[in-house]
């Protein structure tokens, strides 16, 4: 403890913020300590668990390696969550960030009103998941709903919104992309606020089209926020339950189960812990197995491009 | 400062004659994108209101009505004579302001220590924080309802309180952290000269510095408890601790679906936001922005 101090000490002359880890470590130690009893340990225990037979129902444990895996890998069910997953990443990724980049670049300019719709495009983000679930289901709603009864009132044919496993999937998708496509354009309004201009009034000057502008400067410019954006929606997407706990509990048929709801049905209408553990940490892997395409692929052909 | 005041009217400039040759069909473009996604934003949300202020019988009306045949607030008389949200409301009172003070008490000093001291160890730590935050909520409810379980403390807002101030502690440490590096650390350091110690230092000159940054990080904090409905439906099941998500699906399970009583529930678990974006929107979009910029 004395030999650690005196360097502190020493250094209080040169710096004079004199950095003590041990202060540092106390003034620290009531989050890391409420994080390490709350948060990493209960995690760990889950992750060991996750290799253990673990049901609520009987008091025995025992360990059983990678059994709870492949069991999960192996199930039906799984498998039709792994699909609608990726379908529900897929398509909600793309249209919000298509939609948003749109919105964005569009709107971008001084337009009446613009302030005003900041605030109002701030309102899904921040409303509870859990009511956009609930109100979508209502709108969705087959005989009562308003989508139905404007479809009826254009002379087009009503859709079972809820009821059909297809459209069910469709549904919950539209709830996600309506709450979550304007968080995405306030992030790219304030990426697009803070690129460099001068490139952009170079070309303007030389006369180039306002989608070359957009194509060749603004969306390459735009780039480090795009990467920001799919990151924080990958984590996200493969995070949601709210929406479709309000909107389906998973069903019809396991249509709309994502890997949460898969692990929170396993864990709380089946009593199978050690396979909802196992299933959240393969929820888990699959957001960092995205992320490292993410990161990686374009790191790997820059890698490329260099020594070529 | 200057430099983008100058810049500005340089900028204008140049604008204006290049979208004069867009002529206004450029323009009227972006008006009608801009108009067109705040419907598209605002629709769903007012009829949740319309539907909360008419009658059962007019919910269920054949076809559908687009404006309510009278307005009634017996709906709003409804979730609390019937349905007792008063309770679920209380419980998330509780559970979102008790979180926010804890986390915002444990949160500055440790954001403070990360920031200043050069802890062994502060990457590793900084970099645990960043992975918390991709772990699925569920990942983390299946343990604590064993934890919580096994210490007595399931359904009871401490535990609720607890899980809620874990699982936003390593937000709101990395959105003060980037707070924090940002002020000069000359005033520190001439604070300390004249023997201020480090607590002190924390409560009287940072803390009021980065008002905003803490405004920001409770404000966020007190949203996504708030709008928790995973947490709360784990490790909740009776009426003690439940609150106003979980009280949402009760509607669903318990009394069928009472489509306008639900509605009525929704928009008062909507209006806490709605205050927060109309009059906090400057912070809120200040933390949201930093915290997926530093993210």
């Given at each position: 403890m004395t030999t650690a101090a005196r360097p502190a000490g020493r250094q209080r002359r040169g710096s004079?913020?004199?950095?003590s880890w041990q202060k540092g470590y106390l003034l620290a130690s009531p989050a890391l300590i409420a994080m390490i009893a709350i948060l990493i340990y209960p995690l760990g225990y889950s992750f060991v668990m996750s290799f253990y037979r673990w049901?609520?129902?009987?008091?025995s444990q025992y360990f059983v390696g990678l059994s709870n895996y492949r069991d999960t890998f192996n199930s039906l069910g799984f498998q039709q969550t792994l699909r609608v997953q990726l379908i529900f990443s897929f398509v909600t990724i793309a249209i919000e960030v298509v939609a948003g980049i749109g919105v964005a670049v569009l709107v971008n300019s001084k337009l009446r009103g613009l302030k005003l719709a900041r605030t109002l495009l701030l309102v899904p983000p921040m409303i509870a998941p859990a009511v956009v679930g609930l109100n979508f289901r209502w709108l969705f709603?087959?005989?009562?709903?308003l989508v139905n009864a404007i479809l009826r009132y254009l002379g087009l044919p009503e859709a079972p919104w809820l009821s059909d496993p297809n459209w069910a999937l469709a549904s919950v998708m539209i709830a996600d992309i309506w709450q979550n496509t304007p968080l995405l354009v306030l992030l790219f309004l304030a990426g697009l606020q803070s690129l460099p201009q001068e490139p952009i009034e170079a070309a303007q000057v030389d006369g180039a089209s306002p989608w070359g502008i957009f194509w060749h400067i603004t969306l390459p410019l735009l780039r480090p926020v795009i990467m920001i954006v799919l990151m924080l929606r990958i984590i996200d997407t493969f995070r949601t339950f709210d929406v479709i706990w309000l909107m389906t509990q998973g069903g019809p048929?396991?249509?709309?189960?994502l890997v949460t709801v898969n692990a929170y049905l396993l864990a709380f209408q089946s009593a199978s812990f050690g396979h909802a553990s196992a299933v959240s940490y393969i929820a888990l892997f699959l957001s960092l197995i995205f992320l490292a395409l993410l990161y990686g692929v374009p790191w790997m052909r820059r890698r490329l491009r260099r020594t070529s | 400062m200057t430099a983008s005041a100058t810049a500005s009217p340089v900028r204008r400039r140049r604008g204006r004659p290049a979208m004069r040759d867009g002529i206004t069909a450029g323009l009227v473009i972006r008006y009608l994108v801009l108009i067109g996604t705040v419907l598209l934003t605002v629709f769903p949300l007012i009829w949740l209101v319309l539907t909360s202020l008419r009658s059962s019988a007019d919910i269920f009306a054949v076809p559908v009505r687009v404006l309510p045949e009278s307005v009634t607030f017996n709906q709003y008389v409804a979730v609390f004579?019937?349905?007792?949200?008063d309770n679920y409301l209380w419980n998330t009172v509780i559970v979102s302001v008790a979180t926010v003070v804890l986390v915002i008490l444990c949160a500055v000093p440790c954001a403070y220590a990360m920031a200043r001291f050069n802890l062994p160890g502060a990457k590793v730590v900084v970099s645990i924080l960043l992975i918390m935050r991709m772990i699925p909520v569920v990942a983390l409810a299946i343990p604590l309802f064993a934890v919580f379980a096994s210490i007595g403390l399931l359904d009871t807002l401490t535990a609720l309180v607890l899980a809620h101030t874990a699982s936003k502690l390593p937000v709101a440490i990395w959105l003060l952290m980037g707070f924090i590096q940002d002020l000069p650390k000359e005033i520190e350091e001439s604070a300390q000269m004249d023997g201020a110690s480090t607590l002190r230092i924390i409560v009287q000159i940072v803390s009021p510095l980065i008002a905003p940054g803490i405004g920001a990080t409770a404000v966020i904090t007190f949203l996504f408890t708030w709008n928790d409905l995973l947490l709360a439906l784990t490790l909740?099941?009776?009426?003690a601790a439940q609150t106003l998500p979980v009280g949402l699906t009760n509607f669903v399970s318990q009394f069928g679906i009472d489509w306008g009583a639900m509605s009525a529930a929704g928009v008062m678990m909507v209006i806490p936001t709605l205050i927060f974006v109309w009059f906090a929107q400057g912070l809120l979009v200040k933390g949201l922005v930093t915290g997926a910029v530093r993210g």
């Open positions: 004079s913020l004199a950095p049901d609520l129902a009987s008091p709603n087959g005989q009562y709903g048929g396991g249509a709309t189960n | 004579s019937q349905y007792g949200l909740s099941s009776s009426e």
